[in-house]
């Protein structure tokens, strides 16, 4: 071991003596990033295609998302809710006008928020009750945040089990399916849930006709519909939401509640619960409530990722080097790439989605094991050409490192 692996190994383990053991051993000590590069406390350097979970939207440090902060913190850092600042109000009518922008007549919108995507669909969730009725609908394989409210809604039994009994209602029906929500909702059924891509399953894009017929059955029942954007939201997939991206739906749809946060604010703790029409007027004052959320220093960051996503074409770029990623990691040890835009699913021909992580790690990239078989791609939406070059000449050769189909590889 060299002195240099020494400083990562020594926090490594003050970390572990430290901090709840519920993420597991880190993979590695970070110091500094800029861009889509990260460099570790031993002065590795990466290139970041995660992006802190689909987070850090204008890759670390971006100059505009650094004056915000700085700009806003230096003059009005907060103030809690019983007060109003201008970048909160400018912030709720910016996302109320991108979310209705594509509507014949918009909508009225009204926004809550939170400091994280659990909290938005928390939020969210306390909203549906506001109708009268308590039965929701989710969907198997859907993620939607760890608090005990968020995690009723979410399917994995590893993360359910130990902390139930967990409320009540959740019925689970599969994904992508229009004939199973058909099937499950009625009259008794409060609100429709769904991820418009389920990201923590891995990159799962349902049929272009699901997101429109979730609305039409929701509707059919006086039920609510309610997309989960906190992964897909604010870019990721090449639209401002995965439910406007004409590839992922076949006709418009227009939800009721839109939960957002993870690029939100680029890295920024934030969270917003949007809602349409009457849906967000159901909340009588008292109803919710947060210390930090909507606080100006979170607004003002949103702001200024929201502008730069405009101003340097941002939704055109994640789409056309969506396009160049996921051509360019075709390979037979991959059996299907899925995703839209910058979130990207890579199905492997074994489970070896671990070793990829680690291999990849090795050749100076950081990429996620989603599921033991599915390798996520979600980097910064501004990833050099350049990066996308090193990263599709390295892939082979991580595959290679990996062991990926070792067994079954043509000479
Ligand atoms: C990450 C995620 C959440 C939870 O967000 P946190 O900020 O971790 O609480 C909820 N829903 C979806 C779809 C997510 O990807």
Redesign the pocket.
Known sequence: MSAATEAGGAWTERYAASLMNVFGPPKLVLARGRGARVWDVDGREYVDLLAG??VNALGHAHPRLVAAVTEQLSTLGHVSNFFATEPQVRLAERLGALLTAPMAEPLETRVFFTN??????EAAFKLTRRTGRTKVVVTEG??????MG?LALTSKQAYREPFEPLPGDVVFVPYGDAAALEAAVDGATAAVLV?PVQ??AGVVVPPAGYLPAAQRIAHDHGALLWL?????GVGRTGAWFAHQHPDLVDAPVTPDVV?L??GLAGGVPI?ACIATGGTGKLFDPGNHGTTFGGNPVAAAAALAVLDTIEDDGLLARAATTGRRLTDGVADPRVTEVRGSGLLIGIDLVEPKAAEVVAAAQDAGFIVNAATPERVRLAPPLVLADADVTAFLDAWPGILDAAGVGAGERPA
């Open positions: 979970i689909a994280s995507g659990a909290e938005a669909n859907g993620f939607h945040g760890r608090t968020a991820e990201g923590e989960d954007e906190v992964q897909t939960t946060a993870k969270g």
